[in-house]
């Protein structure tokens, strides 16, 4: 009842926008499109929106644009085609990326690591953990949860939180049927509740899962930097990240869940020189990445050319950049590499784990 009548002041909200563009500037796509133009339902709008939510900031009506684009997507199935092509595959093998997730949770058990154990938390990882070359990220957060004092386990079939089929893939249906099948994993294990890797979809998702689908999780939920930050007389350093750091903070974390100083908190702790690079909380620019677009080449080349020189300027003279979603460390690597932005980036579990021992290569 109460999910139907949010539903419907969504609705009655979109309705309430005047075409003031006072918002435009906001959207990372700015001049190229306008959140108006997806307030009006125009296709390619509404493919290359991220879902970021940093228009809302500046609407004096406070209309939730990524909501309007959500409903659009889901309703009238308005995607990028290479996505919906990549949808299809992804579903019918059941992961983001088509990929298995068996030899990498095996990788991790007969590295010692508990999986399908009864613990107080579920690890959920980013769906990109899955990959081998994101691997060492993978490893990271483990590593780092056991380092923390984590009761945790792994689950040998849920390889990710699923978000990107909500926020990417626009497929509510499919969403539904994984959140239950976590759920009830969660209800097997005994846990109390799930810590959340670093995918910006996921942090969106999980903590208001009533929101989109109506449903409440009885559960805790924990975000990585939470994580990390619940513990931090224990983030004790052997050796601090050198050169000049920065943080970009994901849509999820800062304008979803408010979590701003946390990261930072951490950071601080762990490199030598760490530097804010504005705008930064629930007023960071977006990477770009989110709502589908790091999936479709298309969407990626055009925001390179549209969102790639406002981040490449904003990290200038910067060594390193740290981020806590893989999605937004995939995308903010393509600026960097396809437009000289000279800067490396890395997530916030890497730099941590690495700077507290854990043989990785140096970020
Ligand atoms: S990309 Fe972000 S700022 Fe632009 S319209 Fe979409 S939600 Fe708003
Ligand atoms: S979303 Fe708000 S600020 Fe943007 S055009 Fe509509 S009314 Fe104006």
């Known amino acids: ?35 108006s133009e997806r307030v009006k339902g125009e296709l390619e709008a509404v493919m290359h929106c991220t879902m970021c939510g940093r228009c809302v900031l500046a609407c004096p009506l406070s209309v939730p644009v990524h909501k309007r684009v959500y409903d659009l997507r889901v309703e009238e199935n308005i995607l990028d085609k290479e996505l919906i092509e990549i949808r299809e595959k992804s579903e019918a093998i059941g992961h983001t990326f088509g990929v298995k997730w068996s030899p990498v949770v095996n990788r991790l058990k007969n590295m010692g690591y508990r999986v399908d154990e009864p613990a107080e938390w579920l690890f959920v990882p980013s769906a990109f953990d899955s990959l081998p070359q994101s691997f060492n990220d993978l490893l990271s957060e483990v590593w780092l949860l056991e380092k923390l004092g984590y009761d945790f386990t792994l689950s040998s079939v849920i390889a990710e939180g699923f978000g990107n089929f909500i926020f990417d893939m626009a497929d509510i249906d499919y969403f539904k049927k994984k959140a239950k099948l976590l759920s009830k994993i969660v209800r097997e294990l005994g846990v109390k509740g799930i810590i959340i890797g670093e995918c910006g979809a996921d942090y969106k998702v999980w903590p208001r899962l009533h929101l989109y689908i109506g449903e409440k999780i009885d559960f805790e939920t924990l975000l990585f930097p939470q994580a990390i930050y619940r513990k931090l007389e224990k983030v004790r350093p052997v050796r601090k990240v050198k050169g000049i750091v920065s943080y970009h903070d994901p849509c999820g974390l800062s304008r979803y869940n408010f979590v701003i100083d946390e990261p930072r908190a951490i950071l601080k702790k762990v490199c030598e020189n760490f530097v804010e ?14 709502g589908g677009v790091s999936f479709s080449r298309r969407l990626v080349n055009d925001a390179i050319k549209f969102i790639g020189p406002k981040k490449v300027e904003q990290f200038k003279g910067v ?9 937004c460390k995939s995308m903010l690597m393509t600026y960097s590499l396809r437009l000289k932005g000279g800067f490396r980036v890395h997530r916030l579990s890497y730099v941590v784990a690495w700077s507290m021992g854990l043989e990785v290569p140096r970020p």
Do not use: H, N
């Open 1 to 35: 009842m109460l999910f139907e009548l949010t539903k419907l002041l969504y609705k009655l909200s979109y309705k309430s926008c005047t075409k003031c563009d006072q918002c435009a500037e906001q959207c990372p796509w700015y001049p190229a499109f306008k959140p």
């Open 277 to 290: 690079r504005p705008p930064k909380g629930k007023r960071q620019t977006c990477c770009g990445g989110g």
């Open 319 to 327: 060594d390193i950049v740290v981020t806590s979603c893989a999605k």
